[in-house]
């Protein structure tokens, strides 16, 4: 007999109980895992005890909010984020993803875009082929196959998304890459500035300044480069 394969499992963590009920139901009849949280508390309980493939995770929750535990994960996790929020602006959005969130969607929302979006997630996690090539640069290794970037042996925590942009860079060292070309190929989605906010992102964790990047370049007019060693 074959073994059925096991579910990705999904955290959903909101403080509206009617909401978690129905995520939890049509995510279980779609084919998913599910635990649910009232709270961040209860999130963190949950996430210490068990196994999550993906956090979709309200932005607007009493006591510690979404941000707020979004970031404070992101210190210790590379646990794909998918946040959900109520707030549709774009600035809005964008502090989503500046404290590591991989994805946004707002409320209200389809449940088919739902579906959408965790899938897109869940598929930039996924290891790419052993057959991709270690790219090095400033004393950085990323490795496709082990699917992290590496200082000596040190890991480098990334979110999901930001190892999706790291592969499509791996793959076209020395190449300008529009931001287009970066949305589609790393399936991050979004527009151009969800694109610089990921690219400001990675480069606080592999450039000396930031502000004067050597190996993570902006091509004026044209888009970004990885300028290996």
Do not use: C
């Amino acid at each position: 007999m074959t073994n059925a394969p096991i579910p990705p499992h999904i955290l959903v963590v909101d403080d509206d109980r009617r909401l978690r009920g129905l995520l939890r139901k049509y995510l279980t009849d779609n084919g998913f895992a599910v635990s649910t949280a009232k709270d961040a508390a209860e999130a963190r309980t949950t996430l210490n005890g068990l196994d999550v493939d993906l956090l979709v995770l309200d932005v607007m929750m009493p006591g510690e909010n979404g941000l707020a535990l979004t970031q404070s994960l992101r210190s210790e996790s590379n646990i794909p984020i998918l946040l959900l929020t109520a707030m549709g602006e774009p600035a809005d959005r964008i502090a989503g993803l500046e404290r590591g969130a991989d994805d946004y969607l707002a409320k209200p929302f389809e449940p088919r875009e739902l579906l959408l979006r965790i899938a897109t997630i869940l598929r930039r996690a996924e290891r790419p082929p052993e057959s991709e090539p270690d790219v090095a640069f400033g004393g950085f290794v990323f490795n496709p196959t082990r699917d992290g970037l590496f200082r000596g042996d040190n890991m480098i925590r990334l979110t999901a998304a930001e190892t999706s942009l790291m592969r499509v860079f791996a793959r076209n060292p020395g190449v300008v890459l529009s931001r287009q070309r970066l949305s589609r190929d790393s399936g991050i989605g979004g527009n151009d500035r969800t694109v610089d906010v990921q690219i400001t992102r990675l480069r606080r964790k592999i450039e000396p300044d930031p502000k004067a990047p050597r190996y993570l370049q902006t091509v004026w007019g044209e888009g970004y480069v990885l300028r290996p060693d």
